[in-house]
Structures are given as C-alpha cells and as structure tokens.
C-alpha cells in the first residue's frame, strides 16, 4: 500500500468511523446483547449469576399459547398491509396518476392525511369509533332498530382483528399511495400514448405497461408492509384497553412488552422477552427473503 | 433577504440572553453552596396536564429557587409509560435516586426486585408524619417510601343522591336495593351502575377487591390465595365472580359496560347517565358537573347475596403510593439530605392540603392535621367516607401480579360478556398461578 493508498484508508476511516461507532453502539450492540440474553436466565433488574440454558426460553416460547395467538393475528395484520394497503393504495395512486377524477389533489391530501397525525391519537379516535355507543354502534342501531345493539367486535378473539385491520388500512393507505405515484410519475408518458395510438385500452396499458414496470415498487412496498406489521406495537396497544381487547388483539411485540416489562412473576422474563424479539426478526427475514424471491420471479426492478 | 437576516439576528440575541441567564444562574446556585450543586435524579408521576404533574412541576420550580444548591433532575411519566420507564431504568442500571413508587405487586414489585427499596423510618420526623397511619411495607415494619396519604380506597359507589331520590329512591342498603332501582332506571333511560368495564383492572381493583371478603368472609382472602392458603377454585372465590354475573343479567351492570373506558364513565356519572359510580376514591376529583358533585355520596358496595359477616361493609384498600429514596440514593448523604429536605417541601401542610382539594388523596398522614373547613363537597364527604370505613380488604392486583392478575381481569370481561363462566374463570387462574 503506497502513502497515497493509506491516506485516503485514514480519510476513509476519518469518515465512517463515527457513524460506524455509533451504529456498532447503539444498532449492534442492542441486537447482540439481546441474541445473548435470549441464551440464558439473567434478569438485568436483579443482576447476579446468570446460567447458559441453551434454547429453554425458545421452547418456552413455542409451548406457549400466547406466542401463537400473537403470531396469528400478526400474520393477519401482514395479510392486511399486503392485500389491502398495497393494493388499495396501488389503485388510489393509478387513478390520481390517469386523472380520473377531479381535485385530485385534494383526494391525494385527504388519502395522505393520517400520516401527519400521531398513531395514538390515531388509535384513541379509533378506540373512540368502537367505543360502547360510539358511532360504529351508533350506525348498528339506527340499521338494526334496536338502541341496546353495540359494536362488539373488539370483544372477540375471533373478530377483533377486522376493525384493527380497517384502522391500519385508514392510517398506512396513504402512504403506500404515495409511493406508487411517485412511481408511476416517473413512467415516460410517451409509452403510455404510444400504446393508446396503437389502439390498446384502459386494462391493457394498465396491465401490460403499467404494472411490469411498478414491479419493483411493489416489493419495495411488501417490504416496509413486512417489517413495519410485524414491529408494529403502538396503533393497536392505543386502540384498545387493557385486559380483554388487548390480550385479544396481542401480537407479538405487544406479547413481547407485557411478557418482559409486565410479568413481574417470571424472574427470566427479560431473557424470554429477547427470545421474543429475536423470534420477530426471524419472521421478518423470512418473510422479506420470500418476498425478494417473488419479486424475482415478477421481474421485480424492471427499468423504466 | 433583510428580513430574513433580522429575525436570525434577533433569534441570535434572544437564545444567548437565555444561555447567558442560565449559565448566570447556574453560577450563583454553585457560588451559594460554595460549590457543585447537588442532583437529586428523580423519576415523578404524572403529566403536564393533570394536577399531579402540575403540582410537581410547581413545587420542584420554588423548591430549587430557594435551594439552589440542590437540583431536582427529573423525569415526568404517567400511566403506562411511568411502569415500562422504570423497568428500563431499573434494567439498564440508570437507578433514580428518588422516586414516585408503591410498596405492592404491582408499584413495589420491580423497585424490590432491583433491590432498590430502601427504609425511610429513622428519617420519618415524628413532628411532621403521624406514623400510625403508615402501614408496614417490609417484613420487619420497613417503611419504603412516604405514602401521599392513608389507605387509597378502590372500591368505591358514589350515588348521585339527587336522581336516586329523584326516582323515588334512598340510599340502599342491600343489593336487592339497589336492584329495585332498575326498572326505573331503565325507563328513564339510566344506567344503574356505571363502570369502566373496558379497563381490565377495573373490575380487580374496583369490585373484586370487595366481593372476595364479601363471600368468604376474610378481607385478607387474596393475599393468603397468592400464599397458598386458599385456591381460586374455592367456592367462595367463585361465588365472587358469581356476581358479576348476576349483577349483569339483573341489569344493575349493564353488559355494554365492557366497552366503557375509565374517561367515558367518570364522564357519563358526572353527566347524570348513571345512578351509581363504581370507582376508586381518586376519581372524585373528576367529576366536574358541580350539580353531581355536591350531590354525590360515597358509599361501600352494601350488601351482597351470600355475604358472610366477616367482610360485610369492607372496602378494598391499597397502600397509598408516594414517593421515597431508593438504595441508590441513600448512598450518598448529600442526596440522602437534599432529597429529604426536598421531601420536607412536598409533604407539608400546604402542599398536603393542596392534594386534598385536588381529590388526589383521601386524608393526610401528617401529624395533628386539621381538615379545612372550606374543602368542596366532593372531597369533604370522600374524607367523610374514608373515616366511616371499618373494614379494608386486599386488593387484588396489590397481592396477585402477571399473567394470573391479567387472566382474572380479562375473565371477568369474559364473564359480562357472556364468553366464560366464573368456574373457569377460576380455574384459569389457578392454573397460571400454581
């Protein structure tokens, strides 16, 4: 390595190696130190010895009924993100792109909206929506005729995840329509009008130009959908309340914060709270991997 | 290009006249100690919008005015984020040196599990606190932190004395009093008794903690249940959740309850929707209807089918929570002193009555503390109430924590929506607890 080389190493290191410190800080170390925890029985509030059990809190885990029931109803908020959000926003961005309707930018505001308001202020509107009388039940008794009827999904195991699924679609919406359209705007219009000269419809330029070309929009969207379903915690911890609508609407980080911040019973609750949080990262891995593989098999980056 | 260049100039001058005022302060707390100040790390209770954090906000502002030796380093949390804050810090060793804490399984469990709890008795002054009314928190008498007041009662009826006579009605004294009312009720479009029954823990904390040492007949039964002494699935025990159910199906609860939070009730009760009120004492200061306010009596839950006479008339009580010194803090003497004379500042006379009339406490522990005369209604017959009552029993989440505590809550929502039945509840209970 000649003086020229190790100078520009030394700016190089110069350069990354703050940012790498505080990335090794405050991203590495965290993740490290949670992998290691999940191994064994300490609990960071009492200190003392800590023993290596291997895969205990993992077996625990899986055993666990709970881990289950929030690793459902966290699938069924992936399901939503990525058959409801994509594609409604997906269509909302397709018609504001083709100018299908008027004031279009004030339906693209209004459809963007929620992402300038908090997501607890979110959730507490919504919380409000379900609420004993609100106007979900509200709207039940003026169809039914009878003013003792209530909203009572929320209460449900089985139904609950359908008005958690229709607020995450009102909230994330936006943001996935955004997206598109910033995609679909850098499409070259020419090809748009060529394919309109040459006589093709509305569903064939949508489906043969379109579509080919957004492919790796899409992914990218299924992605943020992926990892931020499966890390959300805070739109549905404010939508519901504590006891029975939460433990019904559990998914796993939720399942992970109650176990470790709340079960004062479990000594190694901190050590089964990382395994937790270690298993979310796996699903999301899992889940991004399979959709980077069907994104391949779409053509998922086709250029513009 | 000219006004742009003003406002920055102005900007400028404003922020360093503040960071000059600051550094200037700064200098003469150190100078009037003749040296480091000293900082007290605090973790407080309470936000900027309610009179707990506003009250704490105001005390530590004169307090470090007229010491300025000592700074108060807090932290302000309420609610939810206060518990996960405090097991973070707790986990990450960032121990406070002092802290709004309790002494019970669920304010208590993770100061003592930390080994933070840390006994205040030979600094309790005898001129200031009556220390008969600080129940022991240790084995041994330990005393680990300075309760805000006497026992905080939860499980209170506070009746609209005004529509119950209104509907040609007294104050009851049974359940099937209070189950007469409901026909009329109903007609007029009322709730018999209002509950936050969407809040899991109100149904432990503001009903269960009576009802267990109703039908059995020991105000202590849960705590010996977390013992081992008695079993969930006990029939006295099950036959408490059994009234919940009846009160349901009797339509004394109603069963949309389940979907009312703690606002939307104080909310409904101070708005005339409901005869009755169940709630803990701290919620008197919340309603602002002064109509309903001055008309509000407080009551315990009267008597209930089956009720043995070793719990009649009881009322759940908890351990008022407070603040106090961790081991961490009592450490060093010069935190350990400024603290304790911060203490000095938060619990006297003027603050503690302050509290009062908040509706934040039910009486005072301060030694020969006279009532004002002048307190509103509310807050006169809450200290009315808290003299009357003869017997406390356990609460339930003070003693049971977890997943058992939070199995029973979400049951007894299962149960008045008509999901589970109480023997399972129990049993599921039982379960998670052994």
Do not use: A, C, K, T
């Given at each position: 390595m000649n003086k020229r080389d190790q100078k520009e190493l030394m700016v190089f290191l110069g350069m990354i190696g703050p940012g790498l410190l505080v990335y090794l800080f405050i991203v590495a170390y965290p993740i490290l130190y949670s992998a290691w925890l999940s191994f064994t029985d300490f609990n960071p509030n009492s200190g003392g010895d800590w023993s290596f059990v291997g895969l205990l809190q993992y077996k625990t885990m899986v055993e666990d009924p709970n881990f289950w029931h929030a690793f459902k109803n966290n699938m069924i908020v992936v399901a939503v993100s990525a058959f409801g959000q994509i594609p409604i926003g997906f269509v909302l961005a397709y018609i504001l792109f083709r100018n299908r309707v008027k004031w279009g930018h004030f339906f693209q505001a209004m459809v963007f909206l929620p992402q300038f308001l908090s997501t607890i202020v979110i959730g507490i509107l919504w919380k409000r929506m379900f609420a004993a009388d609100g106007p979900a039940s509200r709207i039940i008794q003026i169809f039914s005729?009878?003013?003792?009827?209530?909203?009572?999904?929320?209460?449900k195991a089985d139904t609950v995840m359908y008005p958690i699924g229709f607020a995450l679609i009102w909230m994330y919406t936006g943001f996935y329509m955004l997206i598109f359209l910033a995609n679909l705007q850098k499409i070259d219009k020419s090809m748009v009008e060529a394919a309109k000269i040459d006589g093709a419809t509305e569903p064939q330029i949508f489906t043969r130009i379109i579509m080919p070309l957004m492919t790796g929009a899409i992914l990218v969207s299924a992605i943020l959908a992926i990892a931020g379903s499966l890390k959300g915690f805070d739109l549905i911890f404010a939508m519901t309340t504590q006891g029975l609508q939460r433990n019904n609407a559990m998914v796993l980080p939720i399942f992970m914060y109650q176990t470790a911040f709340q079960d004062y019973r479990n000594p190694m609750r901190f050590a089964y709270g990382s395994a937790i949080s270690n298993a979310i990262v796996i699903i999301s891995m899992v889940m991004i991997l399979f959709s980077n593989w069907v994104g391949s098999k779409f053509n998922a980056g086709e250029d513009y | 290009m000219k006004k742009a260049l003003f406002t920055l100039l102005t900007l400028t001058v404003v922020l360093s006249t503040l960071f000059l005022t600051g550094c200037q302060k700064k200098a003469d707390g150190d100078s009037a100690s003749g040296g480091a100040p000293v900082v007290v790390k605090t973790m407080a209770y309470g936000d900027n919008s309610n009179a707990e954090g506003m009250s704490w906000e105001r005390i530590v502002g004169y307090f470090m005015d007229e010491n300025p030796d000592v700074i108060i380093d807090y932290e302000m949390l309420y609610d939810e984020a206060y518990h996960q804050k405090v097991v973070a810090r707790l986990a990450s060793g960032d121990?406070?040196?002092m802290a709004y804490m309790g002494a019970d399984a669920r304010w208590g469990a993770p100061w003592k599990e930390a080994g933070q709890q840390w006994d205040h008795r030979d600094l309790l002054k005898d001129s200031m606190y009556d220390t008969s009314l600080i129940p022991a928190?240790?084995?041994?008498?330990?005393?680990?932190e300075i309760p805000l007041g006497t026992s905080n009662l939860t499980t209170v009826l506070f009746m609209n004395k005004a529509l119950v006579e209104e509907l040609g009605f007294s104050e009851p004294k049974t359940y099937e009093d209070i189950k007469a009312m409901v026909p009329a009720a109903q007609a007029a479009g009322l709730e018999v008794i209002s509950i936050d029954g969407a809040d899991g823990w109100a149904w432990g904390s503001c009903v269960m903690s009576a009802f267990h040492a109703r039908t059995s007949g020991d105000p202590n039964w849960v705590s010996k249940a977390v013992d081992g002494q008695n079993k969930f699935t006990d029939p006295e025990f099950v036959a408490a959740l059994e009234l919940i159910d009846m009160m349901v199906k009797d339509g004394v609860i109603e069963q949309k309850a389940v979907l009312v939070d703690y606002g939307t009730n104080i909310s409904n009760y101070s708005n005339g929707k409901a005869l009755f009120m169940v709630q803990g004492q701290w919620a008197a200061g919340g309603i602002e209807n002064p109509e309903v306010a001055d008309n509000t009596v407080m009551m315990a839950w009267p008597a209930m089918p089956g009720e043995k006479a070793g719990g009649a008339g009881s009322v759940g009580a908890a351990i008022q929570v407070g603040y106090g010194l961790t081991k961490a803090g009592a450490a060093d003497e010069n935190v350990k002193a400024a603290a304790m004379r911060f203490l000095d500042v938060f619990y006297s006379e003027e603050e503690t009555t302050q509290r009062l009339r908040d509706g934040a406490i039910v009486a005072p522990i301060l030694k020969g503390y006279q009532t004002p005369s002048d307190l509103p209604a509310i807050i006169a017959e809450k200290v009315r109430f808290a003299q009357s009552v003869a017997l406390q029993s356990d609460v339930v989440d003070a003693f049971l924590s977890g997943a058992p505590n939070d199995t029973l809550n979400a049951g007894m929502q299962k149960i008045v929506a008509g999901q589970s039945t109480p023997a399972e509840v129990a049993a599921e209970v039982e379960g998670l607890l052994r």
């Open positions: 005729g009878d003013p003792s009827r209530q909203f009572d999904l929320m209460l | 121990v406070p040196h928190m240790g084995p041994n008498g330990e005393i680990y």
